[in-house]
């Protein structure tokens, strides 16, 4: 009896755009140049949010830091263009470091799985990367919008089936967020909060048919439109507008941790046996709801929090992020990781890997 193919995880890239800034530099630059627009509680809450020691700096799509202050009187039509050229470039670096380390040519790519959700062109971010790496004729493209921050575990579910079905061999999963094509400032918590933790970023991941990696072994999905308005993107006046609840850490608390479980005992596992741990860092206060009701360690939380420590919350790349720091420090065979992130839908998504020699 033949059996399908294991998908694995053979390699992760990432890729940051020029400008980098402290959370210091920027709460003087926002409390500057919105004193006269938030509320005095608006600007408390914008303080309190850039001073906590979670997040230390961010990346942010512009060529340089002056350029920063154009966010709040930017052109509709300048922002999808800034959207375009840093969504593609970032993606296409991403891509590039993740074949080098997989030790793979564009060639060898018969399937790109893009997703985002912060900004939206037509045709899609996947048609300029085949522009750009020229891959082999037939490629298979998508690209995937609207799942917001657990954007890139639904990109790792399609390529996992794309390799059972034994119609692809290595597939290229690109998750990129330009957040800051989102500002919006207003005394609405929401904005305020948005503006202090997301940054920019991308990341890709190749799935493969074989070779040393973390195998996909099983997955689990969650969606709960009753708490849409928890978290999502509306519309006004034309430009996305992020909504977060201040339930939303207690929601993800309550939704999160018995997905994880559900998953683990389906392979006899306790989560705190699972050795490694990528969650989506969505900020501090969700990452100690998900670690105290699991509960976890410090030692298994680390890659988690060090990404929010050192990029804020980029969406949906953010938890590939941590899988490459995982990765980077050579699993050692038979260990497993936890994947999980969550966002916009309400959404959660989770899969158990484990590490397999070539």
């Known amino acids: 009896m033949s059996h399908a193919p294991i998908a694995r995880i053979s390699a992760c890239g990432t890729a940051l755009p020029p400008v980098k800034i402290d959370q210091r530099h920027a709460r003087e630059l926002l409390l500057f140049h919105y004193k006269d ?8 809450v914008l303080s309190q949010t850039l001073s906590h020691p979670s997040i230390a700096t961010r990346y942010f799509s512009f060529d340089n830091a002056a350029d920063l202050v154009r966010m709040r009187d930017e052109d509709p039509d300048d922002r999808v263009a800034r959207f375009t050229r840093f969504s593609v470039d970032l993606s296409a670096r991403a891509l590039e470091s993740a074949l080098s380390r997989a030790g793979l ?24 990367l085949t522009e750009k790496f020229r891959f082999a004729p ?8 609207g799942s917001g921050c657990g954007g890139a575990l639904p990109n790792l579910e399609l390529a996992r089936n794309a390799i059972a079905s034994g119609g692809s061999k290595n597939v290229a999963c690109i998750s990129v967020e330009i957040c800051s094509a989102t500002f919006e400032m207003g005394n609405d918590l929401s904005l305020i909060i948005s503006n ?33 308005e928890q978290v999502r993107f509306v519309h006004r006046r034309g430009r996305l507008h992020n909504v977060l609840s201040p339930k939303l850490p207690a929601t993800i608390r309550k939704t999160v941790p018995p997905l994880i479980r559900q998953l683990c005992d389906r392979h006899g596992l306790q989560p705190a046996a699972v050795e490694h741990w990528a969650i989506h860092p969505g900020g501090a206060k969700m ?33 590939l992020f941590a899988l490459d720091r995982i990765m980077q420090n050579q699993p050692a065979p038979g260990e497993r990781c936890c994947m999980t992130a969550y966002g916009a839908g309400l959404s959660a998504h989770t899969c158990l890997m484990q590490w397999c020699a070539a």
């Open 37 to 44: 627009q938030l509320s005095d509680r608006g600007l408390d």
């Open 105 to 128: 040519g564009a060639e060898a790519i018969d399937t790109v799985i893009v997703n985002t959700c912060t900004g939206y062109i037509c045709p899609g971010i996947s048609t300029y």
């Open 196 to 228: 202090a933790i997301f940054g920019d970023g991308a990341a890709a991941a190749i799935v493969s048919s074989n070779g040393a990696g973390f195998s996909l072994i099983d997955g689990a999905s969650l969606f709960n439109p009753a708490e849409r």
């Open 138 to 145: 037939g490629v298979r493209l998508y690209d995937c919008v």
């Open 287 to 319: 990452l100690d709801g998900i670690q105290e009701e699991l509960p976890l360690s410090n030692d298994q939380m680390a890659e988690s929090r060090g990404v929010l420590h050192d990029y804020g919350n980029m969406s949906s790349p953010t938890v």
